[in-house]
């Protein structure tokens, strides 16, 4: 088999992220191993991976779960980097934040862990999320840099949507850098805010859906009105340039725009028209959360270029979730 530029582990390769990652990587000329949970009766359909270009002589499935850290082993076997991408996700916190952060934290730890084994390992790239930066205080920030971690006690005593989830990947992101630098292995973090874009996976990703709920007719749901955002593309994109970097130096924000519902309204308004979405003037009325701004000038300083701008994001996410019946 020809392995091209090498082997790179991707957890969670059903995901919006990781399928996406793995669809680039594969067009970057890698070879791919992906871990997917079991599935004992062959239900789950992951033709969208293997349809993928270059997935029947590249891409290889694995089972592995989070709960059983030691099954990551086979899937990293004979790769020279890995891509942590898999979570535990539970925003309605039906189980205790205690089950899910440990979870989170020994699953991560056990894909390192087998990185260290393998001694083919050169690098891993842990998907993070804003949410480890976003919560550092009661106070809304306009913006924040690497350098700020969320307060892992006050999102436990204030519990705002998602803190479990929040809890969980401050806890993991900090255990896998000190892993990394306590043993020797180089681990760098991309610390995401919502993605978007088109979608290989077939379900409606969470961040996707969360940020279209205009054009859904949810508006409703609507809890947050200034949004930071990147493209699933980019994201891709900054993985593989973390990966192939000289010397990354821990955590990078990968997060270009800060972005008003307002703007969100006239990019809609303007493109898609057929949309009943309601007036500017309706959509100023509506009150919620402002985010801060993820500054990912480390990043751009490191050498990464964002390819796409706020219009690329909401055409290709909008045009993926008509292609697939959800507009």
Not at 65 to 85: K, N, R
Not at 118 to 147: G, H
Not at 148 to 169: C, G, I, T
Not at 321 to 326: A, F, L, P, S
Request: hydrophobic letters at 40%; one cysteine or more; aromatic letters at 8%.
């Amino acid at each position: 088999m020809v392995e091209g530029k090498g082997r790179i582990c991707v957890t969670g390769g059903t995901g919006f992220l990781g399928s996406w990652i793995i669809k680039s990587l594969l067009e970057h000329g890698y070879a791919v191993n992906t871990t997917i949970r079991s599935d004992p009766g062959r239900k789950r359909d992951v033709s969208f991976l293997t349809n993928l270009p270059g997935a029947s002589e590249k891409l290889k499935i694995f089972n592995a779960d989070l709960s059983d850290p030691e099954s990551f082993g086979p899937a990293v076997e004979g790769c020279v980097g890995i891509f942590h991408t898999a979570t535990p996700i539970d925003f309605a916190v039906n189980e205790p934040e205690e089950v899910v952060t440990k979870r989170a934290i020994d699953g991560a730890l056990g894909i390192l862990k087998a990185g260290l084994k393998a001694k083919t390992v050169k690098r891993v790239v842990y998907t993070s999320s804003a949410s480890t930066v976003s919560f550092s205080s009661l106070e809304e920030k306009d913006v924040v840099d690497e350098s700020v971690w969320s307060d892992v006690d006050l999102l436990r005593s204030v519990k705002p949507f998602s803190w479990s989830y929040a809890v969980s990947k401050v806890l993991s992101e900090k255990a896998v850098l000190e892993f990394g630098e306590q043993n020797g292995l180089e681990v760098t973090t991309l610390v995401l805010p919502f993605v978007l874009g088109g979608f290989v996976c077939p379900k409606l990703p969470d961040s996707v859906e969360r940020a279209l709920l205009l054009p859904l007719g949810k508006k409703e749901e609507i809890g947050v009105i200034r949004y930071h955002m990147v493209h699933v593309d980019d994201v891709a994109r900054a993985h593989i340039f973390l990966l192939e970097h000289p010397n990354p130096k821990g955590r990078y924000n990968c997060s270009p725009f800060i972005v008003p519902i307002e703007e969100i309204a006239e990019i809609i308004l303007a493109k898609y028209p057929e949309y009943q979405i309601p007036t500017l003037e309706e959509v100023k009325e509506i009150k919620g959360a402002k985010l801060p701004h993820l500054t990912s000038q480390k990043l751009v300083d490191a050498g990464f270029e964002f390819k796409y701008s706020v219009e690329d994001i909401f055409t290709d996410a909008i045009e993926c979730c008509k292609e697939k019946g959800y507009l």
